[in-house]
């Protein structure tokens, strides 16, 4: 009885100590408990040496008193190698990183010093068990290393819990979690107060107040009723066929714009972040180009390409194609030199490094890049489809304007508008599916 | 100023505006007599509207305005932006084709404006049909228009070229490959690519893709009897508010189209319009107001009629061209409404100088006199 109450005693200090740890700070008092359970009570006489790099990565260990002096191995390219430990600290955590099992680092006691123990394989399995909250414990171990211990991304990356359950979570569910932060912070309802006082102020500037200035635009009401009319008065609206059919054409030539200017910026861009002497050769005449309006190219186009579509598409490509080279170029000239030397280190070849460091390390300028590169696309369309000569929602904007058709051009600028919104979206999801390991980090920080 | 304060500065600074706004009335152009401000949008990219270019030149307004008088002139490379600066108030005097003025008196919901002179009534000012240079010779323009079935053929949509290309199939029961929407520079690009069969253009880009050797011409709209036209447009608010400018502008117009008519002005008028215009040679310009064409492609010897007041002639060409523009909805009205013509000026001043429409002919001059 006596022994099971200080089992208890025991048990309950150990989730109390788990409890002021970074990785373990926010799991539930069960999911502590069932951890308590698993950890062994150590201690370390001043000068004594825990373990040395290639011992065996067997256990994590929690400081519960006293202080150890954690030397990261300098082949790490952590940006500071030295870090002492004290009560709620965690170290000894190599085994969760994928591919190592062997330690990293040289860890000694400075003063007499008692820990927790805990096997690394039983925390995995455990952590497995509780996949939702087991993920989180995993995602505040990245966050631990990468920012107390100042080891690159690129090192800093976890074992997967196993399970399909796991590999679920760890996209549908983290945007899951997204999105319910998102819901419950108070952006969604800003952003329809956002709407709903531009429709007002488009409402009360031009049909109410008549502002000097405003009262000449097309207002919302006129614009809304030719926009719904079965029998649209400028013969465009919700009813017609060649709504749609603008509408498609447009997207046609965005997604041929978007995926050349994809395919050849980012490949462009790598090539001059990544080569000094093709920067050197190119990147003065890629930044003569880069400034040049579309219209400027209309005429040039026309002649260059023998199909008309060939142009238009053109057209829409160019300032793309410039945003998507400018952001791959930026984001490779963005890597932390520390993540390729690593890398060296570690015997990767230069494709090596160039597969995983470059590469990844570029990914969120790329897609940043390809975020604008399709906005971009969109407002190039109605110059590029001044050129068509016949569908496109470009082509209806600036037919409308020679037309002096107001409400037609209101509502090809908003459907315009609609459609980039939707295509920008699809390419952020898009870009968060590529680098989960972001949207979990920006998750974490609610952001 | 802390953020509650700012909040209700801004809200308050809205309604004061919102006040004052809803107070705000038409242009004020001053009392009769006194001078006035102008602004006075014209197209000297269209040869038809060239009255505008030569009251620009002379300067015949100042004759008849109020001493200290301040006209400006504004280039419109073509109509539309004319109607939109009108239609915004930033231009109180439009001189443009026939569809742009007619759709200017349309978009009553944002400004009245009205149509006070005619221009001149033509075959040939905007209704030219060009071929690539590369194109069979044909015997006249009959054969030639025939040609166009299948072909790829552009014009600038809603313009005076829309409809005569539209009736042109229509008389000949022909169907182009493809009919295209481009403005001027696109299809002076295209021709240039070797992409277009066809195209309907105005002048004097039609004589400079002649001369350029660019494109052939083919017919024109005497070809088939259809006429295109260029008006004077003003804004109600200042007719309203100074007859007296009204009165002392059109009396200028017609000085300046007494002026334009006169052959012995000819290469005065081009002058004025190459200082006006640019990438248009003196030879490019005459051609496209006083050169003669071959009878064969639609040619004649008459180039430009200026009735000056609405005739009967320019009453139907507004009549067509509005139902036009209504069928392809471009405007939503089928006929304009009466009072967006305003003859009453013109007729006043053609009884007072014992005139009658058309006051004049612009013929066409031997190639000769054309300018080397």
């Given at each position: 009885?006596?022994?099971?109450?200080?089992?208890?005693?025991?048990?309950?200090?150990?989730?109390?100590?788990?409890?002021?740890?970074?990785?373990?700070?926010?799991?539930?008092?069960?999911?502590?408990?069932?951890?308590?359970?698993?950890?062994?009570?150590?201690?370390?006489?001043?000068?004594?040496?825990?373990?040395?790099?290639?011992?065996?990565?067997?256990?994590?260990?929690?400081?519960?008193?006293?202080?150890?002096?954690?030397?990261?191995?300098?082949?790490?390219?952590?940006?500071?190698?030295?870090?002492?430990v004290t009560r709620g600290g965690v170290f000894g955590w190599t085994g969760l990183l994928l591919g190592q099992e062997h330690r990293m680092a040289t860890v000694t006691a400075l003063e007499p010093t008692q820990v927790l123990r805990i096997n690394t394989e039983e925390l995995i399995r455990l952590l497995s068990s509780e996949p939702q909250e087991g993920e989180h414990v995993m995602e505040r171990?990245?966050?631990?290393?990468?920012?107390?211990?100042?080891?690159?991304?690129?090192?800093?990356?976890?074992?997967?819990?196993?399970?399909?359950?796991?590999?679920?979570?760890?996209?549908?569910?983290?945007?899951?979690?997204?999105?319910?932060?998102?819901?419950?912070?108070?952006?969604?309802?800003?952003?329809?107060?956002?709407?709903?006082?531009?429709?007002?102020?488009?409402?009360?500037?031009?049909?109410?107040?008549?502002?000097?200035?405003?009262?000449?635009?097309?207002?919302?009401?006129?614009?809304?009723?030719?926009?719904?009319?079965?029998?649209?008065?400028?013969?465009?609206?919700?009813?017609?066929?060649?709504?749609?059919?603008?509408?498609?054409?447009?997207?046609?030539?965005?997604?041929?714009?978007?995926?050349?200017?994809?395919?050849?910026?980012?490949?462009?861009?790598?090539?001059?972040?990544?080569?000094?002497?093709?920067?050197?050769?190119?990147?003065?005449?890629?930044?003569?180009?880069?400034?040049?309006?579309?219209?400027?190219?209309?005429?040039?186009?026309?002649?260059?390409?023998?199909?008309?579509?060939?142009?238009?598409?053109?057209?829409?490509?160019?300032?793309?194609?410039?945003?998507?080279?400018?952001?791959?170029?930026?984001?490779?000239?963005?890597?932390?030199?520390?993540?390729?030397?690593?890398?060296?280190?570690?015997?990767?070849?230069?494709?090596?490094?160039?597969?995983?460091?470059?590469?990844?390390?570029?990914?969120?300028?790329?897609?940043?890049?390809?975020?604008?590169?399709?906005?971009?696309?969109?407002?190039?369309?109605?110059?590029?489809?001044?050129?068509?000569?016949?569908?496109?929602?470009?082509?209806?904007?600036?037919?409308?304007?020679?037309?002096?058709?107001?409400?037609?051009?209101?509502?090809?600028?908003?459907t315009l508008g609609i459609v980039g919104y939707i295509t920008s979206a699809m390419v952020r999801i898009a870009g968060d599916y590529m680098m989960e390991w972001r949207v979990r980090e920006l998750a974490l920080s609610e952001r | 100023m802390n953020r509650r304060h700012f909040t209700l500065a801004a809200v308050a600074a809205l309604f004061a505006c919102a006040a004052s706004s809803s107070q705000?009335?038409?242009?004020?152009?001053?009392?009769?007599?006194?001078?006035?401000?102008?602004?006075?949008?014209?197209?000297?990219?269209?040869?038809?509207?060239?009255?505008?270019?030569?009251?620009?030149?002379?300067?015949?307004?100042?004759?008849?305005?109020?001493?200290?008088?301040?006209?400006?002139?504004?280039?419109?490379?073509?109509?539309?932006?004319?109607?939109?600066?009108?239609?915004?108030?930033?231009?109180?005097?439009?001189?443009?084709?026939?569809?742009?003025?007619?759709?200017?008196?349309?978009?009553?919901?944002?400004?009245?404006?009205?149509?006070?002179?005619?221009?001149?009534?033509?075959?040939?000012?905007?209704?030219?049909?060009?071929?690539?240079?590369?194109?069979?010779?044909?015997?006249?323009?009959?054969?030639?228009?025939?040609?166009?079935?299948?072909?790829?053929?552009?014009?600038?949509?809603?313009?005076?070229?829309?409809?005569?290309?539209?009736?042109?199939?229509?008389?000949?029961?022909?169907?182009?490959?493809?009919?295209?929407?481009?403005?001027?520079?696109?299809?002076?690009?295209?021709?240039?690519?070797?992409?277009?069969?066809?195209?309907?253009?105005?002048?004097?880009?039609?004589?400079?893709?002649?001369?350029?050797?660019?494109?052939?011409?083919?017919?024109?709209?005497?070809?088939?009897?259809?006429?295109?036209?260029?008006?004077?447009?003003?804004?109600?608010?200042?007719?309203?508010?100074?007859?007296?400018?009204?009165?002392?502008?059109?009396?200028?117009?017609?000085?300046?189209?007494?002026?334009?008519?006169?052959?012995?002005?000819?290469?005065?008028?081009?002058?004025?319009?190459?200082?006006?215009?640019?990438?248009?040679?003196?030879?490019?310009?005459?051609?496209?107001?006083?050169?003669?064409?071959?009878?064969?492609?639609?040619?004649?010897?008459?180039?430009?009629?200026?009735?000056?007041?609405?005739?009967?002639?320019?009453?139907?060409?507004?009549?067509?061209?509005?139902?036009?523009?209504?069928?392809?909805?471009?405007?939503?009205?089928?006929?304009?409404?009466?009072?967006?013509?305003?003859?009453?000026?013109?007729?006043?001043?053609?009884?007072?100088?014992?005139?009658?429409?058309?006051?004049?002919?612009?013929?066409?001059?031997?190639?000769?006199?054309?300018?080397?």
């Amino acid at each position: 009885m006596e022994a099971a109450a200080t089992a208890n005693g025991a048990g309950d200090d150990a989730a109390a100590l788990l409890r002021e740890t970074t990785p373990f700070g926010e799991a539930s008092g069960a999911l502590l408990a069932r951890i308590a359970r698993l950890a062994r009570p150590a201690r370390y006489g001043a000068g004594t040496r825990l373990y040395s790099p290639d011992d065996p990565a067997d256990d994590i260990f929690v400081v519960a008193s006293g202080r150890v002096e954690h030397v990261l191995d300098p082949q790490i390219g952590a940006r500071e190698a030295v870090k002492r430990v004290t009560r709620g600290g965690v170290f000894g955590w190599t085994g969760l990183l994928l591919g190592q099992e062997h330690r990293m680092a040289t860890v000694t006691a400075l003063e007499p010093t008692q820990v927790l123990r805990i096997n690394t394989e039983e925390l995995i399995r455990l952590l497995s068990s509780e996949p939702q909250e087991g993920e989180h414990v995993m995602e505040r171990f990245v966050s631990m290393i990468q920012r107390e211990f100042t080891v690159p991304a690129l090192l800093a990356r976890v074992r997967r819990l196993s399970g399909p359950l796991t590999e679920e979570m760890s996209t549908a569910s983290l945007t899951m979690y997204r999105m319910s932060l998102w819901l419950k912070s108070p952006r969604p309802y800003l952003m329809f107060i956002g709407f709903a006082l531009f429709l007002g102020f488009w409402y009360l500037a031009v049909e109410i107040w008549r502002l000097p200035r405003f009262r000449e635009m097309p207002g919302l009401t006129v614009v809304v009723k030719e926009w719904l009319s079965p029998n649209p008065t400028y013969g465009l609206s919700l009813y017609t066929e060649e709504y749609y059919q603008h509408i498609l054409v447009s997207i046609w030539r965005v997604t041929k714009a978007f995926f050349l200017a994809t395919v050849l910026g980012v490949t462009f861009g790598l090539l001059l972040g990544w080569s000094r002497a093709f920067k050197e050769y190119v990147f003065p005449v890629f930044e003569m180009l880069r400034p040049i309006p579309i219209l400027a190219w209309v005429p040039l186009a026309i002649v260059m390409f023998i199909a008309t579509e060939s142009a238009v598409v053109y057209l829409a490509f160019l300032a793309s194609f410039f945003a998507t080279a400018l952001n791959t170029m930026l984001g490779v000239e963005s890597i932390d030199e520390s993540y390729i030397r690593a890398a060296d280190c570690l015997g990767a070849n230069r494709r090596q490094v160039f597969r995983h460091v470059i590469l990844p390390g570029a990914l969120p300028f790329i897609f940043t890049g390809l975020q604008i590169s399709i906005g971009v696309s969109w407002f190039s369309l109605v110059a590029a489809e001044m050129v068509s000569g016949q569908y496109g929602l470009g082509y209806v904007i600036n037919t409308s304007y020679v037309m002096v058709r107001y409400p037609t051009i209101v509502i090809g600028m908003v459907t315009l508008g609609i459609v980039g919104y939707i295509t920008s979206a699809m390419v952020r999801i898009a870009g968060d599916y590529m680098m989960e390991w972001r949207v979990r980090e920006l998750a974490l920080s609610e952001r | 100023m802390n953020r509650r304060h700012f909040t209700l500065a801004a809200v308050a600074a809205l309604f004061a505006c919102a006040a004052s706004s809803s107070q705000a009335a038409d242009i004020d152009y001053g009392k009769p007599g006194t001078p006035v401000k102008l602004v006075v949008g014209y197209q000297p990219y269209y040869t038809q509207s060239w009255s505008g270019v030569v009251m620009r030149g002379k300067k015949f307004y100042e004759k008849y305005l109020p001493k200290g008088s301040d006209i400006e002139f504004q280039i419109g490379l073509q109509g539309a932006i004319i109607v939109n600066n009108m239609l915004a108030g930033k231009q109180n005097i439009g001189y443009m084709g026939d569809m742009p003025s007619i759709v200017s008196t349309t978009k009553t919901e944002v400004a009245d404006v009205r149509l006070v002179a005619n221009l001149g009534l033509a075959y040939d000012q905007c209704n030219a049909f060009l071929v690539r240079n590369d194109a069979p010779q044909f015997k006249n323009d009959q054969e030639a228009i025939r040609w166009l079935a299948g072909k790829t053929v552009a014009v600038p949509k809603g313009s005076c070229t829309d409809r005569f290309a539209q009736a042109t199939f229509k008389r000949f029961n022909i169907q182009p490959k493809e009919y295209l929407n481009q403005n001027i520079e696109v299809i002076t690009s295209n021709f240039r690519a070797g992409k277009l069969d066809a195209a309907v253009m105005w002048q004097p880009t039609t004589s400079r893709l002649v001369d350029e050797g660019l494109a052939r011409l083919i017919a024109t709209g005497k070809s088939v009897q259809e006429n295109d036209g260029g008006f004077l447009a003003m804004r109600a608010d200042l007719i309203k508010q100074r007859p007296d400018i009204v009165k002392a502008w059109l009396q200028a117009e017609l000085d300046a189209q007494l002026f334009i008519a006169d052959p012995k002005n000819a290469s005065e008028v081009i002058k004025m319009a190459k200082e006006q215009t640019t990438g248009f040679s003196e030879k490019v310009l005459w051609n496209s107001l006083y050169g003669r064409y071959p009878d064969s492609a639609g040619g004649g010897d008459m180039r430009n009629m200026m009735h000056y007041t609405f005739t009967p002639e320019a009453r139907e060409l507004i009549n067509r061209a509005a139902a036009f523009l209504y069928s392809i909805k471009s405007i939503n009205t089928e006929k304009i409404r009466p009072e967006a013509i305003e003859s009453k000026w013109t007729e006043e001043i053609l009884k007072e100088r014992g005139l009658k429409a058309p006051i004049a002919e612009i013929k066409a001059l031997p190639a000769a006199q054309a300018p080397k």
